[in-house]
């Protein structure tokens, strides 16, 4: 009920306004092109009306409705601009919703009232039908009186007021579908879609070439040298093989601890290109095992319906690994938390900390895993003012 009575003065404000501006921008049309500031003027009100709407929504309602894309200028000029604007149908259907606002929003919050006051009407009738100007209260041509009218009163004012929420309810979700239809994304963008891909593919292209030549540059430094040096003590080994049993025993020793040595180094490249927890006890355990190696105090929090994909899983797991990362290294932060949500549908997961904040959504590191994430359709927010706390957020598809 608050949703509705609040939006009435809102709407017949909105209403009045985009009106009389947009009558004002067509009428002043024929008198060069001065109407067009006044339409772009009326376009942009509309949009902030819109996005009222959709707040209203989503913090009475809980409704979601994701925002308009509108059409980006081709340059920074004046002409530009006001072109784009004017040329958005996203923009002109905010304009319809605005209009049609006023009509709906006064429907509802009228039957929702009626439904209301006829049920506490009819509940309270016996208390005060004899006070009544001709003695009692008549309806349809009947007139309510004797203890049988009064007892159906009764009982229909008791049904209207359990039928008032339900109501209530149904005159505000018809409200937030009509936002949901006219003031938020209808579907997705083409155009946007396709240049978000291209920058992504090329970062994407960019970050797999870097990884590419770390791991040849790990594998050269690290478990080739050491696979180099094995050979070459199983060399000297083999040659003393005959006149200096200890001097073999010695060798063979430390050609086995270069072994060991090896293999470890090979283990922690795998893991890092896909940790094997994460594929044997999925995102659960291999969060803990993150959340245990970071130098910080992190607490761990994941409940999931089902088990998403494991590219899905992979994205996520490097998602947290590299945020816990910035954690420890940039943040200056006393304790961090990890919370991952999974309804079957979304796999939502949050990494924040307590620190100084300041993150910068267009570094090279937060940049790369909000690669990730469009790399299998999903969204990353980076949230961190200055002096904190900060947040790094992912929407991921869990199909």
Not at 178 to 191: E, Q
């Amino acid at each position: 009920m608050i949703y509705l009575v609040s939006g009435l003065p809102i709407t017949v404000l909105a209403f009045t306004l985009a009106v009389t501006l947009l009558a004002l921008g067509v009428g002043l049309l024929p008198l060069a092109l001065l109407g067009v500031p006044v339409l772009v003027l009326t376009l942009a009100g509309c949009g902030r009306f819109a996005a009222l709407e959709r707040s209203r929504a989503a913090l009475m309602l809980d409704v979601d409705i994701p925002a308009a894309e509108y059409r980006t200028p081709l340059s920074s000029g004046h002409w530009d601009r006001a072109r784009a604007v004017l040329s958005d149908r996203a923009r002109w259907r905010q304009v319809v919703g605005t209009v049609l606002s006023l009509p709906v929003t006064v429907a509802g919050f009228a039957l929702a009232t009626s439904v209301w006051g006829v049920g506490v009407a009819l509940l309270i009738l016996p208390a005060y039908n004899v006070d009544l100007p001709k003695g009692r209260a008549s309806a349809f041509g009947w007139d309510i009186q004797g203890v049988p009218l009064l007892s159906g009163a009764v009982v229909a004012g008791a049904v209207f007021l359990l039928a008032a929420p339900w109501a209530t309810r149904g005159c505000a979700r018809a409200q937030a579908w009509l936002s949901r239809a006219l003031f938020g994304r209808r579907g997705p963008n083409l155009a946007v879609r396709v240049g978000e891909l291209e920058r992504s593919r090329s970062r994407m292209v960019v970050a797999a070439d870097a990884d590419r030549r770390r791991l040849e540059r790990d594998l050269h430094d690290g478990a080739q040298a050491r696979l180099v040096s094995l050979a070459m003590e199983l060399g000297r080994a083999r040659s003393h093989l005959d006149d200096d049993p200890q001097a073999v025993r010695a060798l063979v020793e430390q050609a086995h601890e270069q072994a060991k040595t090896a293999l470890a180094e090979l283990r922690s490249l795998v893991r890092g290109l896909h940790p094997p927890v994460l594929a044997d006890r999925g995102l659960d355990a291999a969060l803990s095992g993150l959340a245990a190696l970071c130098p910080v105090p992190v607490t761990v929090s994941v409940q999931m319906t089902e088990r998403p994909s494991q590219t899905v899983e992979a994205v996520a797991y490097f998602i947290v690994a590299e945020a816990l990362t910035n954690v420890a290294k940039h943040s200056g932060a006393k304790s961090a938390a990890v919370t991952v949500r999974s309804d079957g549908k979304t796999l939502r997961l949050l990494v924040s900390d307590d620190g100084r904040g300041g993150a910068d959504p267009e570094g090279t590191g937060l940049a790369g895993l909000a690669d990730r994430a469009q790399a299998v359709d999903g969204r990353l927010f980076v949230r961190s003012p200055s002096g904190g706390p900060t947040e790094v957020e992912a929407e991921l598809p869990c199909g």
